[in-house]
T-cell receptor, first 116, second 109 residues
Framework: DTAVSQTPKYLVTQMGNDKSIKCEQNLGHDTMYWYKQDSKKFLKIMFSYNNKELIINETVPNRFSPKSPDKAHLNLHINSLELGDSAVYFC???????????????FGEGSRLTVL | KNEVEQSPQNLTAQEGEFITINCSYSVGISALHWLQQHPGGGIVSLFMLSSGKKKHGRLIATINIQEKHSSLHITASHPRDSAVYICAVINQGAQKLVFGQGTRLTINP
């Protein structure tokens, strides 16, 4: 039973389209994250939610909008896709207390977005 | 310059060799992570360190807070250790991870 699951795993779309990536965790964690891994394999945090509230919002274009309907889900919606949005997007979750003390951070498998 | 720098960027070794991957950082941190990204893309958290040394199986991680440096060692390396190893630091007060660029390790049989 997958702890952090993302869908879709692969997404190929045209420039200008709007797309969503979904993330669900069944670990009972309080905190969820979206990370972007670019073509050079650099990971960078985009957003973090704690109990459905936004706590980290990095310098990300407004075209990216996270939505957390409940603490087990954090979806990423992207409007007006651009070529530079092509990347692998990773969802992750942690128990807030555990992460800062024990480092327990669980990643999804990643969603590879290709914008043509 | 990135706040977290890893070396080497690529490392190829023969099975059985002792492997060392280095991580240097330039910011104050509350802790440092080592992550492993499998060839299929999945990421697994290996260690979190705030001081000293941790060992898990054939993996050993050390950190020197004064020198702002950490190392990940793999003893008796095996082809299944082939992966990208990523160092990440928790920026003090910021409560977020800042990642290094990763080290691609290939262990040949």
């Amino acid at each position: 039973d997958t702890a952090v699951s993302q869908t879709p795993k692969y997404l190929v779309t045209q420039m200008g389209n709007d797309k969503s990536i979904k993330c669900e965790q069944n670990l009972g964690h309080d905190t969820m994250y979206w990370y972007k891994q670019d073509s050079k394999k650099f990971l960078k945090i985009m957003f973090s939610y704690n109990n459905k509230e936004l706590i980290i919002n990095e310098t990300v274009p407004n075209r990216f909008s996270p939505k957390s309907p409940d603490k087990a889900h954090l979806n990423l919606h992207i409007n007006s896709l651009e070529l530079g949005d092509s990347a692998v997007y990773f969802c992750a979750s942690s128990s807030q207390g555990a992460f800062w003390n024990t480092g327990e951070l669980f990643f999804g498998e990643g969603s590879r977005l290709t914008v043509l | 310059k990135n706040e977290v720098e890893q070396s080497p960027q690529n490392l190829t070794a023969q099975e059985g060799e002792f492997i060392t991957i280095n991580c240097s950082y330039s910011v104050g941190i509350s802790a440092l992570h080592w992550l492993q990204q499998h060839p299929g893309g999945g990421i697994v958290s290996l260690f979190m360190l705030s001081s000293g040394k941790k060992k898990h199986g054939r993996l050993i991680a050390t950190i020197n807070i004064q020198e702002k440096h950490s190392s990940l060692h793999i003893t008796a390396s095996h082809p299944r250790d082939s992966a990208v190893y990523i160092c990440a630091v928790i920026n003090q007060g910021a409560q977020k991870l800042v990642f290094g660029q990763g080290t691609r390790l290939t262990i040949n049989p």
